[in-house]
């Protein structure tokens, strides 16, 4: 996938019986999806009509004119060019998606790991983290998922590349069992 491509969407379902599917907008503005040029990962233009608003809306796309055919694109993004989007208003502002890729340090300024990844499953945004060091009993490396959050990530320097991680406290959860 192009790297100037940026996902603002996903397809999530079929609509109907003639090839229309709702689409999330993850736009801050929902409505303003339909103001952009859109792509699938192959960067090639797709022609839309949407319609509707709210929570969903219904897309229909050139050249899926069944139920079948929308079936199969169930769960796929929609992007847009990065540079159709807004300029950010100064630099404490960025793009969710400008997260991946960026190195994870603690407070003291420590390398902890990195970014690789950034989802967001409709009930906030979540950070895939792959530790420094940390592998599975086999050696291979593992990530942690975390909902990212001013308290957890109270800094992010997308220039310098880096992002502070506070891990919150441990909490202990008192049992119920008598002693």
Do not use: W
């Not at 796309?61 to 990065?82: F, H, Q």
């Amino acid at each position: 996938m192009p790297d100037n491509l940026v996902a603002i969407g996903k397809l999530l379902s079929s609509h109907g019986v003639k090839g229309d599917m709702k689409l999330q907008s993850f736009c801050q503005r929902p409505e303003n999806i339909k103001n952009y040029t859109l792509y699938l990962e192959d960067a090639v233009p797709l022609k839309v009509s949407i319609r509707g608003g709210g929570k969903h809306f219904i897309i229909t796309l050139d050249g899926i004119d069944s139920k079948e055919a929308a079936d199969k694109l169930s769960g796929v993004l929609i992007y847009t060019k990065r540079s159709q989007l807004p300029k950010e208003a100064d630099e404490s502002e960025y793009y969710i998606h400008d997260l991946k890729d960026l190195e994870v340090v603690d407070n003291d300024g420590r390398k902890l790991g990195s970014v690789i990844a950034v989802h967001d499953y409709g009930a906030g945004t979540i950070l895939e983290i792959q530790f420094d060091g940390k592998t599975s009993k086999k050696g291979k490396p593992v990530s942690d998922l975390l909902p990212f959050d001013n308290s957890s990530f109270p800094a992010v320097d997308i220039e310098a590349g880096r992002i502070q991680y506070c891990p919150a406290e441990e909490v202990i959860i008192p049992s119920n069992k008598e002693d």
